[in-house]
Antibody
């Protein structure tokens, strides 16, 4: 059974970088696609991007200049880095397996709450 | 971006039938999906491609629609169904989500 778990700092200062790790068990990240989604206070959700089995990436155009998704296949982990954060990046960040053939996210990690504040 | 519009909240009694709607600002073919999120938990896929039940999801849940109008139906509703239900489209880039419908039981 594939399981995902996010980890990383819960508090980030404005203008700094947000970095999160998604640890995957039960499935190799060299298969399939793996993505990040965030949920803002008030419930709005936003697809951020994904990394493929080959390491190629795709990002939401609204974040393209600030986001980077990378991976470490030896640890079966993939990572999110979001630069120059503001208070508007305060959200719960989820990692999930992205099913390329229908565009769904299944399953999801538990989520990591990140607050951007000085 | 494709905007998905959902009603913010519904309240129903256990045993009743409830329909949750999602309207897209432009056509998404059948690439509309539904997730359930209970408080403190991660979203869980319920329905994919408008009408297909995800693995392990009870048959009380069903989905319908195509183009711009989609519906998630729960029949009968159980107490455990208290949650927020999100729709998501994967036809137009970037993929987008609705703001969610909070289902409360009377």
């Amino acid at each position: 059974e594939v399981q995902l778990q996010e980890s990383g700092p819960g508090l980030v200062k404005p203008s700094q970088s947000l970095s999160l790790t998604c640890s995957v068990t039960g499935y190799s990240i060299t298969s399939n696609y793996w993505g990040w989604i965030r949920k803002f206070p008030g419930n709005k959700m936003e697809w951020m991007g994904y990394i493929s089995y080959s390491g190629s990436t795709s990002y939401n155009p609204s974040l393209k200049s600030r986001i980077s998704i990378t991976r470490d296949t030896s640890k079966n982990q993939f990572f999110l880095q979001l630069n120059s954060v503001t208070t508007e990046d305060t959200a719960t960040y989820y990692c999930a397996r992205w099913r390329y053939y229908d565009g769904t996210y299944y399953p999801w990690g538990q989520g990591a709450s990140v607050t951007v504040s000085s | 971006d494709t905007v998905l519009t959902q009603s913010p909240a519904l309240a129903v009694s256990p045993g009743e039938r409830v329909s949750i709607s999602c309207r897209a600002s432009e056509g998404v073919n059948s690439y509309m999906h539904w997730y359930q999120q209970k408080p403190g938990q991660q979203p869980k896929l319920l329905i994919y491609k408008a009408s297909n039940l995800a693995s392990g999801v009870p048959a009380r849940f069903s989905g319908s629609g195509s183009g711009t109008d989609f519906t998630l139906t729960i029949d009968p509703v159980e107490a455990d169904d208290t949650a927020t239900y999100f729709c998501q489209q994967s036809w137009n880039d970037p993929y987008t989500f609705g703001a969610g419908t909070k289902l409360e039981l009377k």
